[in-house]
């Protein structure tokens, strides 16, 4: 049986405001701009970002590599108006829950503007048809408001709470 690469489209998804597409090598410097802003990661258990090449490392080794081996990922989102991508919205595999998380991360000048809202619900609109994803999950680290709210204006509810990387994690979830 042969490995078929997924043929991933180039856009994946569209509002008024925003463009959801696949990463990109340009997209480098948006990686490391949300993956080193410690307000960005108050609630995400990982360790941030300190150069341009960590930022490609995490492109090629994680982004692409999910792209190749289930044909979806962290999606970019951009910004029609400023032009810029401004932060990610994608679906991922999990294997410590055995399903499919849906996870939005934006820089914080973008925040309380109903962005992720909007983007969650556009990524949502394409997981069943495009990739025959037919449940998600959202992992939300305890105190995380506005993380919580994105996922209840798309419709998740809480599932359980439960732990992930050693953090306390409300599991949202809803199927599609």
Request: net charge negative; proline share 6%; charged share 25%.
């Amino acid at each position: 049986m042969s490995h078929i690469t997924p043929v991933i489209p180039a856009v994946i998804a569209e509002t008024d405001r925003l463009l959801i597409r696949p990463f990109n090598q340009h997209d480098i410097e948006a990686i490391l701009l949300m993956n080193s802003n410690p307000d960005v990661l108050t609630y995400i258990p990982q360790s941030p970002l300190k150069s341009l090449l960590e930022a490609e490392q995490v492109f090629k080794e994680v982004i692409q590599a999910d792209y190749n081996d289930k044909g979806f990922g962290r999606w970019a989102v951009y910004h029609k108006e400023d032009k810029k991508v401004i932060g990610f919205c994608g679906p991922k595999y999990i294997p410590e829950y055995d399903k499919v998380e849906l996870g939005y991360r934006f820089l914080p000048e973008y925040w309380g503007q109903g962005i992720g809202t909007e983007a969650a619900k556009a990524v949502m609109d394409t997981l069943k048809p495009m990739f025959d994803i037919d449940e998600v999950i959202a992992l939300i680290l305890h105190g995380n408001v506005g993380s919580e709210k994105v996922a209840v204006n798309n419709g998740m509810s809480l599932y359980e709470q439960n732990m992930y990387k050693g953090h306390k994690v409300q599991v949202y979830q809803r199927m599609l």
